[in-house]
């Protein structure tokens, strides 16, 4: 029997996941084989014409059903991308978006043009720990972090995350609620919470639905963890402290509110590339 080409799987998976409504057929199907076949995406063009073992189709069809039942193809495969960096996910982490990108970039930005060689800086709900590593790796400045969760095995994968990167002894992660158990004062807050209101989970993509709830209801409104996040940040952040949030849409207005009512100064609201109100930036001086 003829052996299967990389460009015979490519077409058949991209109209097989084109028929089970799959966003990004073409791309989906080039990750998960360049997984198996442990090549660069790009270098399957330079390959087109290379025919699988048997073991390698066996192995591309259980990731290719498995994608097709709505498993996010960054728990398939494993890790995702994010400021350039590759970090570890699993089933037991929201996976890093690009729009959170924003966030890291604005903070980077802040901290480049603070007066300040040394900072602290914690992350609250981190997950992966992808946007509190990316900070202290890419930072033009020494930083000191925190990454905060209330799941230990989200922890476990920033951890591991922080070793690959090389910024483990710079980085400390605790368990528990929001900024209870940061014992000390901090320079900088920065904070992707769940912020999707409970009425709209259902209605989420099938992929999304793979993600950790915890990490994706934000309450009634989607404001809870915000609230949360900015009262106790008024007794941890040191005089003249910030605080950087990234927020969903049409939110960015009403947590500007919130921060005004907790004396919060200097309140600005940022915008990524695509024009949407993304990151709410402010400063606190203690009264």
């Known amino acids: 029997m003829e052996q299967l080409t990389v460009k015979d799987v490519l077409d058949k998976t991209?109209?097989?996941?084109?028929?089970?409504?799959?966003?990004?057929?073409r791309l989906d199907a080039e990750?998960?084989?360049?997984?198996?076949?442990e090549l660069e995406r790009i270098k399957l063009y330079v390959n087109f014409d290379q025919p699988l073992e048997n073991s390698e189709v066996d192995q591309y069809r259980e990731l290719i059903v498995s994608r097709s039942k709505g498993i996010p193809v960054a728990y398939l495969v494993q890790k995702q991308e994010f400021m350039s960096l590759e970090f570890k996910v699993t089933p037991d982490v929201l996976i890093p978006r690009p729009e959170t990108e924003h966030l890291?970039?604005?903070?980077?930005?802040?901290?480049?043009e603070l007066d300040r060689t040394e900072l602290k800086i914690v992350d609250v709900g981190t997950g992966s720990g992808a946007i509190i590593i990316s900070l202290v790796k890419l930072a033009s400045?020494?930083?000191?972090?925190?990454?905060?969760?209330i799941s230990e095995q989200a922890l476990k994968v920033a951890q591991k995350n922080a070793i690959k990167q090389q910024v483990?002894?710079?980085?400390e992660f605790k368990v528990g609620d929001l900024l209870e158990p940061l014992?000390?004062?901090?320079?900088?807050?920065?904070?992707?919470?769940?912020?999707?209101p409970t009425g709209q989970l259902a209605s989420l993509q099938q992929e999304v639905k793979a993600e950790?709830?915890?990490?994706?209801?934000?309450?009634?409104?989607?404001?809870?963890?915000?609230?949360?996040?900015?009262k106790q940040a008024t007794a941890k952040l040191r005089a003249g402290g910030l605080i950087l949030l990234e927020v969903g849409i049409n939110q960015a207005r009403k947590i500007a509110d919130v921060l005004a009512?907790?004396?919060?100064?200097?309140?600005?609201?940022?915008?990524?590339?695509?024009?949407i109100e993304r990151v709410v930036k402010a400063s606190y001086d203690k009264e």
């Open 14 to 25: 991209t109209d097989f996941f084109k028929e089970h409504g799959i966003d990004t057929p």
């Open 31 to 37: 990750i998960l084989l360049a997984e198996v076949l």
């Open 104 to 112: 890291v970039e604005t903070t980077l930005e802040l901290i480049a």
């Open 141 to 149: 400045k020494e930083l000191t972090g925190v990454g905060i969760d």
């Open 168 to 171: 483990k002894g710079k980085i």
């Open 183 to 196: 014992n000390d004062s901090v320079d900088l807050i920065v904070s992707n919470p769940p912020y999707i």
């Open 212 to 230: 950790p709830m915890l990490a994706l209801d934000g309450g009634a409104e989607g404001l809870d963890y915000y609230y949360q996040i900015i």
């Open 261 to 275: 009512e907790f004396n919060f100064k200097e309140i600005e609201i940022i915008e990524d590339y695509s024009g």
